[in-house]
């Protein structure tokens, strides 16, 4: 299974984008999707999650101003990002879980994107 993300940017606080990832192979489609960050200097942190079914789990921090979402005969997972904050500065990773339901976790993973780049200036 291959992941390619895409859509990270450069843009102001307040301001949105929309990655998308998709994803190649037969693991990915009856599987749950997550998005992770990583800021430099800090540990990978979990962002969002969708199973199967479309049920979705958000870090708090995210809650309301981040959607997850999934487009079922693209393969591909998306994540838009509004109201965004320097703090939300980091390479963004999307991945597939082992299973079907959208975990919080990232060991419950097993194929990683090379992640894109976001970076929100204040």
């Known amino acids: 299974v291959q992941l390619q993300a895409s859509g990270g940017g450069l843009v102001q606080a307040g301001g949105s984008l929309r990655l998308s990832c998709a994803t190649s192979?037969?693991?990915?489609?009856?599987?749950?999707l997550a998005w992770f960050r990583q800021a430099p200097g800090k540990e990978r942190e979990f962002v969002a999650a969708?199973?199967?079914?479309?049920?979705?789990t958000y870090l708090d921090s995210v809650k309301g101003r981040f959607t997850i979402s999934r487009d079922y005969s693209k393969n591909t997972v998306y994540l838009r990002m509004n109201s965004l904050k320097p703090e939300d500065t980091a390479v963004y990773l999307c991945a597939v879980a082992r299973g079907p339901m959208p975990s919080t976790r990232d060991y419950q993973y097993q194929y990683w994107g090379q992640g894109t780049q976001v970076t929100v200036s204040s």
């Open positions: 192979g037969r693991a990915s489609s009856n599987n749950g």
């Open positions: 969708i199973g199967w079914r479309g049920t979705s």
